[in-house]
């Protein structure tokens, strides 16, 4: 599909490819090839100014994020891809919304209503940009192996 994507040589189709096929292969369990289609998908939407598209992906990052125990900034990915939605008066497709419903719905058992509040509060006032730059940065977190980072002298 990815090579079709690219041959099509429309950056739009690749942008929504990356973003489909990221989806798919965090639904199979392969995380690292995720992290990677989805953080392409999300710096191409970014930069074509695909608000529409990149709020899936910024969803899709979430789901990955919460899997991974993230869940306070599956939040916030969550409330700033709502609020991207908002702005440009779209709505989700019903079945994202059972997936979005459930994965705030655990993240708000895990944190707690307050920090839960703090997470939703924050990322809803983050603009599209900014919310890309957070998912791109906890997406790169994930795929860091602790053993390879050098430990700071203390």
Do not use: K
Request: glycine share 6%; with cysteine.
């Amino acid at each position: 599909m990815m090579d079709a994507a690219r041959a099509c040589e429309d950056p739009v189709c690749l942008a929504i490819a990356l973003g489909n096929c990221g989806e798919l292969r965090l639904a199979t369990g392969d995380v690292t090839a995720a992290v990677e289609l989805i953080s392409d998908s999300l710096r191409m939407c970014d930069q074509l100014a695909m608000v529409y598209a990149g709020s899936f992906s910024l969803d899709t990052a979430a789901t990955l994020l919460g899997s991974r125990g993230q869940h306070a900034t599956a939040v916030r990915l969550e409330a700033a891809a709502q609020a991207a939605m908002q702005r440009i008066q779209a709505s989700w497709w019903q079945p994202r919304v059972a997936r979005r419903d459930r994965l705030l719905a655990d993240a708000r058992l895990r944190l707690g209503d307050a920090d839960y509040t703090a997470a939703w509060d924050d990322g809803s006032h983050l603009t599209f940009h900014a919310g890309v730059d957070v998912a791109m940065a906890a997406l790169h977190g994930t795929t860091r192996n602790p053993a390879d980072e050098v430990a700071s002298p203390t």
